[in-house]
């Protein structure tokens, strides 16, 4: 089935930056979409970022867009995101999860969790204030 791993977590003051990665093994994920998730104690999982397997649409989330980039090296198998202008409310454990989903597919299709088949573990980010 394939697995994915997230590093690049920890603390970081308000206002700096971070970048997430997530290696993916164990078979090819360049015919996945790829998303990023995170989960903030005590609330709902919360969609932060997607793109289609060719890279022709991104989406973000609307309390991330301008401060998250998300990216793709199809060739190692690895999926960014780069945060920056972090805030306490981007605390949170962030996850990244592939799915099957058609760049033909509108956007709903990549911000429901429910649309992934796989995750990773999560790498925590912590923000102080």
């Known amino acids: 089935q394939g697995q994915l791993v997230e590093s690049g977590g920890g603390l970081v003051q308000a206002g700096g930056s971070l970048r997430l990665s997530c290696a993916a093994s164990?078979?090819?994920?360049?015919?996945?979409?790829m998303g990023w998730f995170r989960q903030a104690p005590r609330k709902d999982r919360e969609f932060v970022a997607a793109?289609?397997?060719?890279?022709?649409?991104?989406y973000y989330a609307d309390a991330m867009r301008g401060r998250f980039t998300i990216s793709r090296d199809v060739d190692r198998n690895v999926l960014y995101l780069r945060m920056r202008d972090l805030v306490p409310e981007d605390a949170a454990l962030y996850y990244c999860?592939?799915?099957?989903?058609?760049?033909?597919?509108?956007?709903?299709?990549?911000?429901?969790?429910?649309?992934?088949?796989?995750w990773g573990q999560g790498t925590q980010v912590t923000v102080s204030s």
């Open positions: 164990g078979r090819s994920f360049s015919q996945y979409a």
């Open positions: 793109m289609t397997w060719d890279g022709t649409s991104v």
């Open positions: 999860a592939a799915g099957p989903m058609s760049p033909l597919e509108d956007s709903d299709s990549y911000t429901s969790a429910t649309k992934y088949a796989i």
